[in-house]
């Protein structure tokens, strides 16, 4: 996906449109689903006044390497599903399992049911954080088209379940308004800072890399331990 889309997912997301989530016992409603979204100035304007100190990296691998890869990706992204149930997993028993790399994963978001997963993956912290990652992927063509907005939350619940997170957890988790705000703000931030125009994007000790085969990732990383 290009940057003009990244951008005004954004947008979307501190628009509150339709991100916050009441429920009750039996049934679940998305909070002003129909909340008219802030022009790209304004947004731009928000992030800045938002508190991320918060929102911290989700680190796996070796975090004292010398190889680091960062990656850009939205739990609702085609590609970056497939790079996650394919390559991901090929650079996980070569370089992460091994120790060999540190892996960034940074959250990129094009709308809010990517921001609802976000919220979802973070809920368990750093230890789940991965493990509910690669849950959101395997499932991702069932989750995001699960339908209305209330059967999309559901079907992230479940996956939280499954990962072990319990519903009042959940329930926090989904309802953490200020978190919502400030890990679209950071996004924004770290997005500028590194010039992210797609996902999936990699930023491979600091060179930013468009979607590539894993063995063009492999050549690249090899030569970066090589040095």
């Known amino acids: ?44 304007g928000t992030s800045g006044d938002v508190d991320t100190s918060g929102i911290v990296d989700m680190v796996t691998g070796n975090a ?42 940074r959250e990129v978001y094009f709308d809010r049911f990517g921001l609802w997963a976000s919220l979802v993956a973070r809920c368990g912290g750093a230890d789940k954080f991965f493990g509910i990652a690669d849950l959101l992927y395997k499932e991702q063509a069932l989750w995001t ?32 308004g200020d978190q919502a705000q400030a890990l679209v703000a950071w996004y924004q931030q770290n997005a500028e800072e590194d010039g992210i125009d797609s996902t999936p994007s990699f930023v491979i000790n600091g060179k930013k890399y468009s979607n590539m085969s894993y063995a063009d990732m492999k050549q690249v990383i090899d030569d970066a331990l090589a040095d």
Not at 75 to 101: E, R, S, V
């Open 1 to 44: 996906m290009n940057r003009r889309n990244i951008l005004l997912g954004a947008f979307a997301a501190l628009g509150l449109g339709g991100w916050y989530m009441t429920s009750n016992r039996s049934t679940t409603t998305v909070a002003f689903p129909d909340a008219p979204l802030p022009g790209a100035a304004n947004a731009q």
């Open 64 to 105: 004292e390497s010398a190889v680091e890869i960062i990656e850009y990706a939205s739990f609702t992204c085609p590609h970056c599903a497939t790079f996650h149930n394919t390559a991901f997993k090929q650079l996980k028993a070569d370089y992460i399992d091994t120790g060999k790399i540190k892996f960034v994963y």
């Open 145 to 176: 088209r699960a339908g209305e907005p209330a059967a999309i939350v559901e079907e992230l619940r479940k996956i939280g379940r499954v990962a072990g997170l319990d519903n009042d957890a959940l329930e926090a988790c989904l309802q953490n």
